[in-house]
């Protein structure tokens, strides 16, 4: 058709021309010779000799030829169209078939043609039945009825579960978010602020399921989610009750606005450029401005996840609700647990249920690569003094343990060690960290640290000009230590503030310096700030304590049970080395380390400081940080704690 279609292009104005030229010569000779001649004048339409008619035939053939093409190409674009036509009506005729599949139709008096479930025919479903008339779609035929038949009832709408905009989608239901919420609603009190977590529970407090909630004396705590502090006050694990919370389906209606949860719903991806997410279900949520606090997932062991699905079911990652309540269970049915990790996470449970173990018969065994607990944080003296702590509450501590295999046999769980030693247990409890939750990088394109993991973002904690990231996902630029992600409960609480703050337009940068704490029971604790790594230069100083320097003491005189600004979350260490066994010896208590301060340096600047058993003192702590100062007489920097060393 192309082809045709050219050759008429180029043919047409060459016949025209010599058609023109032709009468053009004719008519002169005319006039010259006063007389008409037969044919055109071949001198001027041919090189062939004259009278031979060259000149003529050559014009005959190029009007033919030219029509010929024109013709052609007229029957080809003819037929093109009658088949795109008819292609056309095709598609017409059988697109009800794709969406509302035929049904049969019943003779059965009083019994409706059947509805497809999928797409109902609301216009054919509101004509009375008598006035419908078949006709030839099958869509029209199964929403057609005879006279004598009722009309069809039209299925109720399904409701909205939640709106399709969010002016503020907050991706995430942890600390973070829930902080970012209320400082958003702190500086626009007419937000309308889309909370989104996969979990099946509001925003709550993650600490108290590796601490308080394992020394509750209620049986019940497993449901009420309540517990003693160590001040004797009760709380609830979640940050506010669900009264709190808007109807994610009022979200758009109420005229204040307000904080709407979307729980049991995941986001599997993000289009930047869109400005929309896109839920597991495939149904898509537009936003203006968007937070990112997906938090992280525990690691496994890959010796553990090649294990089998038998120990793969006796095995808990702990960080949620859920964990906290399947470990308790596990903890009453059981006869031995086995915790490998001997960071945060994995010394507090292990001294958690080393204290139930005391009246029952469960065997509690902690096991971690390092030489002490808390290897990685703890200055080793001080790892030393801990592990003895953790062992004269009932707990079986295996230091410098390497896992090499774990394997289900005989109704055991068997854990062998690199130096061949087998230790055996009923349930595996793995400690060992925690991984940012990034899946959402790839499909947003945003950039994720090769160093330190989770969404690499600025300052002000932005990742693009509308998208934030906070709490253990955001790996952010410290103006005081540098590049930095930071997986604790104070960090959550003041980077998801910060980002609510820069979501509403203050761009603030991130200087607070967060700080972590961590209980070992009711009668130790410690406060910790900066940069805190065993492998940098420390000083200690330390005091004797008396019966006010302990968390509980800490609590009962703030009236607070998170007794400062922070928490600590799971991050624990690798498991990995090799000992054997031993029965936890009895403490022997020659170092009082009873309270006391340990500076952490770097290039002879104070990075770092952990107040040992220490309280209410962190504002002194972090200007310390913030100054970066060197400091000649460390002693005489730990008497502004109240440290006088003896």
């Not at 005959?60 to 093409?69: E, H, N």
């Not at 968390?551 to 080395?577: F, L, M, Y």
Request: aromatic share 6%; with cysteine; net charge negative.
């Amino acid at each position: 058709m192309w082809t045709c279609k050219n050759l008429w292009k180029k043919l047409a104005p060459l016949a025209r021309s010599s058609s023109t030229l032709c009468r053009q010569n004719a008519r002169g000779v005319v006039l010259n010779n006063e007389r008409r001649l037969p044919l055109v004048p071949q001198a001027h339409m041919s090189s062939g000799t004259p009278g031979s008619g060259g000149d003529n035939n050559l014009y005959y053939l190029l009007v033919g030829a030219t029509c010929i093409g024109g013709g052609f190409y007229a029957y080809r674009t003819i037929k093109g169209d009658k088949e795109r036509y008819q292609e056309r009506i095709n598609e017409i005729a059988s697109r009800p078939n794709k969406v509302v599949p035929e049904q049969p139709i019943t003779e059965a008096p009083g019994e409706q043609a059947a509805e497809t479930p999928q797409e109902p025919t609301p216009v054919a479903e509101s004509l009375p039945a008598e006035t419908a008339e078949p006709q030839t779609t099958t869509e029209t035929e199964s929403a057609a009825e005879p006279a004598t038949v009722a009309p069809a009832e039209v299925p109720a709408p399904t409701p909205v579960e939640f709106p399709s905009h969010a002016p503020y989608l907050l991706i995430g239901g942890g600390t973070a978010s829930f902080a970012a919420a209320r400082s958003i609603r702190a500086r626009d009190p007419g937000a309308r602020v889309l909370i989104i977590t996969d979990e099946p529970d509001l925003p709550y407090m993650r600490p108290p399921l590796s601490k308080e909630l394992w020394f509750s004396d209620d049986p019940s705590v497993v449901d009420t989610l309540r517990f003693k502090q160590w001040n004797g006050k009760e709380r609830s694990i979640y940050f506010q009750p669900p009264s709190f919370y808007v109807s994610p389906q009022d979200l758009e209606k109420v005229e204040n606005g307000g904080v709407a949860v979307l729980t049991g719903k995941k986001v599997v991806h993000m289009d930047v450029r869109g400005n929309k997410v896109t839920l597991s279900d495939n149904t898509e949520i537009s936003y203006d401005k968007c937070l990112i606090a997906t938090g992280g997932v525990p690691r496994n062991l890959q010796v553990i996840e090649r294990a089998g699905e038998e120990v793969t079911k006796r095995t808990t990652l702990f960080r949620k609700v859920e964990d906290f309540k399947a470990l308790d269970k596990v903890s009453r049915d059981t006869k031995s647990i086995t915790i490998i990790g001997g960071g945060f996470l994995g010394s507090e449970l292990a001294c958690a249920l080393g204290r139930r173990s005391a009246d029952s018969d469960l065997e509690v065994i902690q096991m971690f690569p390092e030489k002490g607990n808390m290897g990685k944080v703890l200055p080793e003296y001080l790892s030393n003094w801990t592990t003895a702590k953790v062992k004269s509450e009932g707990v079986m501590v295996i230091t410098e343990a390497l896992v090499k295999a774990v394997s289900f046999k005989d109704g055991k769980v068997e854990i062998k060690l690199k130096d061949g030693r087998l230790v055996k247990t009923d349930h595996i409890v793995a400690a060992v960290g925690l991984e940012p939750s990034v899946e959402l990088a790839k499909s947003a394109g945003l950039e994720v640290d090769s160093d330190f993991g989770g969404f690499r973002v600025n300052a002000e904690l932005q990742a693009r000009s509308n998208i934030w990231v906070a709490g253990d996902a955001a790996c952010f630029y410290d103006i005081r230590l540098g590049r930095r992600r930071v997986e604790h409960h104070d960090h959550a609480v003041v980077s998801g503030r910060l980002a609510g703050e820069n979501m509403t337009g203050a761009n603030k940068p991130y200087w607070h310096q967060s700080m972590f704490w961590s209980d070992l029971g009711p009668d130790v604790g410690y406060e910790a700030i900066g940069i805190v790594d065993s492998s940098l230069p420390t000083v200690g100083v330390f005091a004797k304590a008396t019966a006010k320097d302990t968390p509980k003491a800490a609590t009962e005189k703030s009236g607070t049970g998170i007794r400062s600004e922070s928490e600590t979350e799971g991050t624990a260490s690798s498991p990995v080395a090799s000992s054997t066994p031993e029965p936890p010896p009895v403490p022997e208590r020659k170092d009082n380390y009873g309270k006391g301060v340990i500076f952490y340096l770097r290039d002879k600047v104070v990075v770092g400081i952990i107040l040992w058993n220490v309280f209410n003192r962190m504002p002194v702590a972090r200007k310390i940080i913030k100054d970066g100062e060197e400091h000649a007489d460390l002693n005489e920097v730990a008497k502004l704690f109240n440290i006088h060393e003896d």
